[in-house]
């Protein structure tokens, strides 16, 4: 099983990045994936979370309206595009796959990580 994050960066208040998260290994279609950062001296906070089929998305307060999460299952691969970025979105992004039954997390699988640092 792999998630492999790309796309972070270095960046100017209000611009814009655009992470990847490749996965293999396992049944991507199957499993909802979200978008997880964690800030320098903070714990982790989930930023964005989307359904298998795409239909569901969701956000953190602070970036709706800002980020859009997005997958393409042929491609095995989901998305967060970033736009108006702010400096306390600076964190590590981590991708996280997850596999429920009901309410039982049933296969839960993390990438390496990916740093975003928004700064002038």
């Known amino acids: 099983v792999q998630l492999v994050e790309s796309g972070g960066g270095l960046v100017q208040p209000g611009g814009s990045l655009r992470l990847s998260c490749a996965a293999s290994?396992?049944?991507?279609?199957?499993?909802?994936m979200s978008w997880v950062r964690q800030a320098p001296g903070k714990g982790p906070e989930w930023v964005s979370g989307?359904?298998?089929?795409?239909?569901?998305?969701k956000y953190r307060t602070s970036v709706k309206g800002r980020f859009t999460i997005s997958r393409d299952n042929a491609k095995i691969t989901v998305f967060l595009q970033m736009n108006s970025l702010k400096p306390e979105d600076t964190a590590v992004y981590y991708c996280?796959?997850?596999?429920?039954?009901?309410?039982?997390?049933?296969?839960?699988?993390w990438g390496q990580g990916t740093q975003v640092t928004v700064s002038s």
């Open positions: 290994g396992f049944t991507f279609g199957s499993f909802d």
């Open positions: 989307i359904s298998t089929d795409g239909g569901n998305t």
């Open positions: 996280n796959a997850v596999r429920r039954s009901g309410a039982l997390v049933i296969f839960d699988y």
